[in-house]
C-alpha cells in the first residue's frame, strides 16, 4: 500500500519544484547498463563555490587530500567564532546521494554543512568521496579514512581555527553519508590517532538494507525520494562485485556482519523518519548497537520523509538540529 506524508503533499512549488528537476535529472542520466552519464547529471547537479566571505554566518575552504583521485574536503566555518574563544567541537561529514550521485560542493550539501556549521557552532569537515558505480566499495571507505588520516596529520591548514578541538570529533552524515559515518568511525576503533579523537556518531536517515523485505520497505512504496527499486540499484552499483544486500557494507549487523561488542565504538544517534522506507534497517541498526553494549539514541520524527533535514520549513527539521547538538554536548561533557 502507497503511503505519502501529508508534510510533502503540503510542500509548495518552490520547494518541490527543485526537487523534481533534480530527481529528473538523476533518472535520465542512468543509463541501462548500470552506469551513469555524469555529464548529462551535471546539468541538473548544481554546484556552489567556496567562499572565505561569510555567506549566512559560515565561511568556507576546500582543501585537497589526494588530487589523483580527487579526494578533498569542503571546511566550514562558523564567522562569529573567533580565534581566541573557546573550544569548538569538529564534526567529519559524509554527505549522501545513495554513494552514486551529489559531491560535497553541490548545492544541497552545501547548504546543509553550512547550517549545521552554523546552528551546532561547529567545523564541518565535508568530504568529497569517489562516487560508484565507477567506484565500488570500499573505495568510498577509503577517501573517507584517508580524510581523516590527513587531518590527523596535517593539524594545521588553511581555514581550520585554532580553537578547533580534534579531541572532541564526530563522524556524521545523512543517508548514504550515515552509512560511510559508520564505517569510518568502526575502522578508526583499530587505528591510532595523534590528535584526533571521535567521541560520536551522527547517523542521519543511514542508508543500510539487505536481502529480506522489511516492513517499511513494502509498505511505503509512494514515499518521497527513495524506493525498493531505487535501492536495490544502488547497492548493486555500490557494492563489491558478486556481493549481495547481506554484505557487511550494508547489512550492519546481519549473517556478514563484524561483532563490534569488544570494539569502544563512538556513542551514536540515530535519526530516523516515519515515512522513510529504510527506517526498519535504521532501527536494527540502532538495536544492534544496543545489544553490542554500545551507548545509542534513537531519535523517531513520525510525519516526515526521508531527506526531510533539508527543508527548514518542518518543525522537525529544527528539532533534529537541538537533538544533534544536545548529544554532541553531552559527549563533549565526558
Known amino acids: 500500500m502507497a503511503a505519502t506524508p501529508s508534510t510533502w503533499t503540503n510542500l509548495s512549488w518552490t520547494v518541490k519544484l ?6 529528473y535529472g538523476i533518472r535520465l542520466s542512468c543509463r541501462s547498463d548500470g552506469t551513469i552519464n555524469r555529464r548529462l547529471m551535471s546539468f541538473f547537479d548544481f554546484k556552489a563555490p567556496p567562499s572565505s566571505n561569510p555567506v549566512e554566518g559560515v565561511k568556507t575552504f576546500d582543501i585537497v587530500v589526494d588530487q589523483s583521485r580527487n579526494l ?19 564534526i567529519l561529514y559524509f554527505h549522501g546521494g545513495g554513494f ?7 548545492v544541497g550539501s552545501t547548504k546543509l554543512c553550512r547550517r549545521l556549521s552554523r546552528e551546532l557552532n561547529a567545523v564541518i569537515i565535508s568530504v ?23 587531518i590527523d596529520n596535517n593539524r594545521e591548514f588553511e581555514g581550520f581555527l585554532t580553537n578547533a578541538n580534534l579531541k572532541n570529533c564526530f563522524v556524521g552524515g545523512d543517508s548514504a553519508g550515515g552509512n560511510l559515518a559508520h564505517h569510518v568511525a568502526l575502522k578508526a576503533c583499530n587505528s591510532e590517532f595523534r590528535n584526533v579523537k571521535i567521541v560520536g556518531v551522527i547517523a542521519i536517515q543511514p542508508f543500510f538494507g539487505g536481502e529480506e523485505r522489511t516492513d517499511s520497505e513494502m509498505r511505503l512504496v509512494g514515499a518521497p525520494f527513495i524506493n525498493v527499486n531505487g535501492t536495490d540499484r544502488m547497492w548493486k552499483a ?5 556481493s549481495d544486500r547481506n ?8 549473517p556478514k556482519s563484524v561483532d563490534i561488542s569488544k570494539l569502544n565504538f563512538p556513542a551514536t544517534i540515530v535519526i530516523v523518519a516515519g515515512f522513510d522506507p529504510l527506517q ?23 510525519n516526515v520523509f526521508h531527506a526531510f533535514y533539508a527543508f527548514e520549513e518542518f518543525p522537525e527539521s529544527s528539532l533534529f538540529i537541538d ?11 565526558k
Open 100 to 106: 552514486a550521485w551529489i559531491s560535497a560542493d553541490s
Open 280 to 302: 526498519d534497517w535504521q532501527k536494527r541498526y540502532y538495536e544492534g548497537l544496543k545489544k553490542s553494549g554500545k551507548e545509542a539514541y534513537l531519535i523517531e520524527y513520525p
Open 72 to 90: 578533498w574536503f569542503r571546511v566550514f566555518v562558523p564567522a562569529t567564532n573567533g580565534e581566541n574563544e573557546v573550544s569548538i567541537p569538529v
Open 18 to 23: 527543485p526537487i523534481a528537476i533534480i530527481n
Open 323 to 333: 537533538e544533534v547538538r544536545n548529544f554532541m554536548q553531552k559527549q563533549s561533557s
Open 238 to 242: 555500490f557494492l563489491p562485485e558478486g
Open 128 to 150: 568529497n568521496y569517489r562516487n560508484s558505480p565507477e567506484h565500488k566499495y570500499p573505495s568510498q571507505l577509503d577517501d573517507g579514512f584517508d580524510a581523516l588520516k590527513f
Open 247 to 254: 554484505h557487511p557494507a550494508a547489512n550492519i549487523f546481519g
